[in-house]
T-cell receptor
Framework: KAGVTQTPRYLIKTRGQQVTLSCSPI?????VSWYQQTPGQGLQFLFE???????NKGNFPGRFSGRQFSNSRSEMNVSTLELGDSALYLC?????????????FGPGTRLTVL | SQQGEEDPQALSIQEGENATMNCSYKTSINNLQWYRQNSGRGLVHLIL?????REKHSGRLRVTLDTSKKSSSLLITASRAADTASYFC??????????FGKGTLLTVNP
């Protein structure tokens, strides 16, 4: 069974631009969660999608948004990029929502904002 | 703020020794999970322990959970150089979110 895939793996953007990251979950998994990882703040929960609906959201500004498609693939978008958005963005999939099951993580997208 | 906090922040041991990492959390939980991350890559799920369980084993891993103290520990026995990684606990609380601690960096020296 293929694992969670994330594209692109690396991105370099400049302040003010916007970026879209993509995540394909494991086949059969309907929940996709997104996390931001930085050295200072650690792993922070962004949001979770299940059956195309946002089920949970972390404490991030509205510049961070996401969506999930009918095939469970998910995208997250960051608009008006700031230097502080530089981070490793991790996507994780699981069978069900709500953190009841283990999550399978993708390799991440390393975003650098200049 | 982080739900879970790992202790110690960094741990350096010799191959063959046991490594113990602790995790504390703040609110009641449904389950607590441990993950490993190798050098800036994705996380790998190690073990999940539910709130009504006290101990769980998986290979060389042993996890305990004390809900009265809101704490958990991860023991890795007979450590190997390949165990070098960051280890995170993640608690699933009543808000249905999985909240991660800041992790313990384990270095196993050959």
């Amino acid at each position: 069974k293929a694992g969670v895939t994330q594209t692109p793996r690396y991105l370099i953007k400049t302040r003010g631009q916007q970026v879209t990251l993509s995540c394909s979950p494991i086949s059969g998994h309907r929940s996709v969660s997104w996390y931001q990882q930085t050295p200072g703040q650690g792993l922070q929960f962004l949001f979770e999608y299940f059956s195309e609906t946002q089920r949970n959201k972390g404490n991030f500004p509205g510049r961070f948004s996401g969506r999930q498609f009918s095939n469970s693939r998910s995208e997250m978008n960051v608009s008006t990029l700031e230097l502080g958005d530089s981070a490793l963005y991790l996507c994780a999939s699981s069978l069900t929502t709500g953190g009841y099951n283990e999550q399978f993580f993708g390799p991440g997208t390393r975003l650098t904002v200049l | 703020s982080q739900q879970g906090e790992e202790d110690p922040q960094a741990l350096s041991i010799q191959e063959g020794e046991n490594a113990t990492m602790n995790c504390s959390y703040k609110t009641s939980i449904n389950n607590l999970q441990w993950y490993r991350q190798n050098s800036g890559r994705g996380l790998v799920h190690l073990i999940l322990i539910r709130s009504n369980e006290r101990e769980k084993h998986s290979g060389r891993l042993r996890v305990t959970l004390d809900t009265s103290k809101k704490s958990s520990s991860l023991l890795i026995t007979a450590s190997r150089a390949a165990d070098t990684a960051s280890y995170f606990c993640a608690s699933r609380g009543s808000n249905y979110k999985l909240t991660f601690g800041k992790g313990t960096l384990l270095t196993v020296n050959p």
